[in-house]
């Protein structure tokens, strides 16, 4: 059996930039994907987007699957009708409107049409499944699979089940996210901000301090990540990091632990970003860089220079496996 | 005049891994390098290193300035007399033992044989020039610039003048720095932990954290970071990150802040670093992912990855430059 054919079908529900993200990703890897929005320009929007990125995508070799751009842009249909989006779909990613009245509203829907087997997962980035699913009869088949901004270039996936998600649920879920070349993370449980964001505030709060409190301009607090922690976390995580900054990671703990809390404790209050002082330098500063007028321009730039990392990251991994 | 003699004479003291890696960056911009060190087996392990480091980079045409990695090389000379060492030099970079005590000493020495011109700085991490310089009757030259590891492929250097730091001392060591091609960052004060370790050390605390409650594998955590966080940071900074992750850094904190205040306000207690689950965990996971046996050829794997970023940014880079 052809492997893409093999693939089965996929449900995107919510046609803005994440559903046509997701879009790409599936029909990229072989899906046949099947576009839902209430708003038909909308849903036509996201397959103007899909063809366009798969094109991108296979100039920078970066497609999950077989098959060419235009070959795999066939497999992409759409309705307007969410009955006939999930029928014979074996996973469904919902992109609506990120609030818990909207969750509840589509996941309630969802529940009445799905399947036994079908897998109905949340992009939100904020809200836990249980805040929408409680209720729902089908709610061991719920749960968020979260994408990070912009997801053709930024593989993460937070995978978070609710109390009440099945295990098997979690397992094909991270199972399909490996199929369209995605990174998933499973959380055992449901935490405010999920992973990534709890780690990204922190970077953020200690940022706004140090600004705040006159020590680094904005400009500078953003060098001393581009140029100093960020190139090493493009390839080591944070404790990676750590192991080889030392003869390994207990040897850096017996060195450094001590310091670490030091300077931890050392840590001024959560900010709230509204002291006004610090908010008007940052903003002055981000827009004086980066114009919001030209952001469209930004992004593009941005996705281009995460594409090459991509690339850079797929040879080394390759050679990696190569043994060498 | 030749751009490369103009450069000058900078002395390298102390030449352990970082007093080898100064050396480096300061003969690739065509420096004339004078490298002291207590002990002459030192000297000349550094001294081939310096050497085997050029032509590294002359192959990944990253050095700093003009002529040959054997050019360059030619500028390189050593004693084991301080005095000689400092002598008609412009700028002197510190790397002997990390202690108060340490630094201390050497600092007195090069009090006394200093010119009025001379640059004394620093590599420390984690000791602040006043803490080390007060009694000198040169510390308004002295002031602490630190690299981070591998400096050569990391370019950020933090400039952290004490209270008596000349200023023009200051806006000296950055234009050295930049014509060595790094990023030199200016602190306002001193702070524990300078800027790049508080918020190294938060990304660790919420990492440890999460492993220490059960949430994510530490295998898991380093995935947020590489796969998710770590690619933008390789480009942009967390401000820079806000900015585009919405229409501008004003609409990100109008749609966000009160949810970053939630996330944070929930991020448990300052970790000891002690805690003997966690500890044993994130060990065996590190360990297993790369035995400390192992870990000369791990070092050099991350600088060729670090090498092949640095090569991708500097494209985009002359890219903006040209105004694309």
Redesign the interface.
Known sequence: MDEKMARGKVSIVGCGLIGSYWGTLFASAGYNVCLYDISAEKIEAAKKSIEKKLRLLEIDDLLRGPGTASEQFKNVSSTLDLAECLAGSIYCQESTTESEQSKKEIFSKMDELASDDLILASSTS?IPASHFTERLKRRSQCLVSHP??PPL????V?IVPSPWTSEDVVMRTCAVMRTIGQ?P?????E???F?????????????WR?VK????S?E??????????????????????????A?????Y?NRF?G?????????GP?????ESEA?TM??E???A??P?SR?AE??AD?E???A???K?KKR?DAEAQNGL
Do not use: W
């Not at 500078?220 to 990091?241: C, S, T, W």
């Not at 003869?247 to 040897?251: A, L, P, T």
């Open positions: 904020t990070i901004n270039f930024i593989p993460l937070e990174s993370v499973r959380l055992q449980r935490i405010v901000g992973a990534l964001n709890r780690i990204q505030f922190a970077i953020i709060a200690e940022a140090l409190e006159g020590v680094l904005p500078d607090v953003d060098i001393v990540m581009k140029d100093g922690l960020g190139p090493r976390y493009a390839f080591y995580g944070p404790l990676g990091v750590m192991h080889m900054n003869n390994g990671i207990e040897d703990m632990a310091g670490m809390v030091n300077v931890l404790r050392d840590l959560t900010p709230t970003f509204e908010r940052v903003t500063a981000l827009n860089e980066m919001v952001m930004f992004v941005r281009r220079r995460l090459e990392l991509c850079l080394f």
